[in-house]
């Protein structure tokens, strides 16, 4: 194969997504702006319509932001000051702060050594007395181990609160015998959440986020919460939040929903072209469990001496990134827990060499070949 000698290779590229659809976007946000309709304007309804017919609930609500969405479901499934709930300790760190805005505990369980989401065989250590619900974790694109998930909490009675923010569009294959149902993620537990900024596969112009259920009175609990417990103008049922998703962030929302599965499919074919090129390296691949599709959300390998590999990486003008770097136990933030290093290994080990390569569907192939073959000569070299 020819070797590139140089080419420039961003991490993320929105523009790219913005420059595809420019005039479509500027004309329903000048039709936002003709209406006026700001707060919970007729696209918000639009969105909400299309995007829990687009995952197979029922209902849908729109939100400020994905860390909105677990928190405002936490509380509306009553979650509060006393209670725990069980987290992976390798996520995003707001996985874990809608817990803690609760007033309720994050309790944290270690992730599994291939997919990076939480390990389901080491959950029901973890459940106490206390426990209400899981946030299963669908990391970097690819969905949890739901079967099994789902079988504990009705073992325990617990609820699921599915955090979908990395997972727009990803399958969860449930398997009986031959037969195979396909769910889409956030469309499994009680409730799913997800995160609409800028740099998802569904991402807006802002922040943004939704949940969707199929259960009514956890939605009209919702949908009081994210608007000050408002049940008329000046009526207020409960103490709620101001937490809508603006009119002109659905409006965008609506416009790029429409290629979601077409840049998922993309996201998939750039995949491919790493796995293909990487395949007898000493990169670890992700992997692809059998009960998910994956959405490649985030493209993560692991390398030996990883910081020294995206030093070099970074030399050759290819962006890369960490998810994550410290695991959620070992934040200053959550040192009130208590919990020491050692506590969960394999999400202190997976931290010290997963590094994630350029990924959005506009990447070209000769750009995947360049981060590849540049890969490869780091790890040779440092
Ligand atoms: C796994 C996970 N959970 C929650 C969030 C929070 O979403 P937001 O940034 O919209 O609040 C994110 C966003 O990065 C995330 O990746």
Redo the contacts with the bound molecule.
Sequence with gaps: MEKLKYLKVNFLDVQQHLNKIFFSIKKVLLEVFKRNDFILGEDVFEFERCFSRYCGYSFAVGL???????FLSLKALDIGEGDEVIVPVF??I??AN?VSYTGARPVFVDIDEKTYTIDSEKIEKAITKKTKAIIP???FGQCANMSVIMKIAKKYRLHVIE?A??AHGAQYYFRNGRKIKTVKAGAIGDVG?????P??NLGGFG???MAVTNKRTLYRRLLQLRDCGRISRYKHAIIGYNSRLDTLQAAGLLVKLNYLDEWNRRRKQIASWYFDLLKDSKVILPCCADYSSHVY?IFAVRVPKRDKVAEFLSSCQIGTAI?YPIPLHLQPAYKFLGYKKGDFPVAEKISQSILSLPMHPFLTKKQVIFVAQKLKEAIDKV
């Design positions: 400020n932001s994905g860390t909105d969405a677990l996520t995003f707001a996985t809608a974790v669908h990391l955090d923010c990395q959440c997800f995160s609409f900024y740099t998802k922040d943004g986020g959300h998810h």
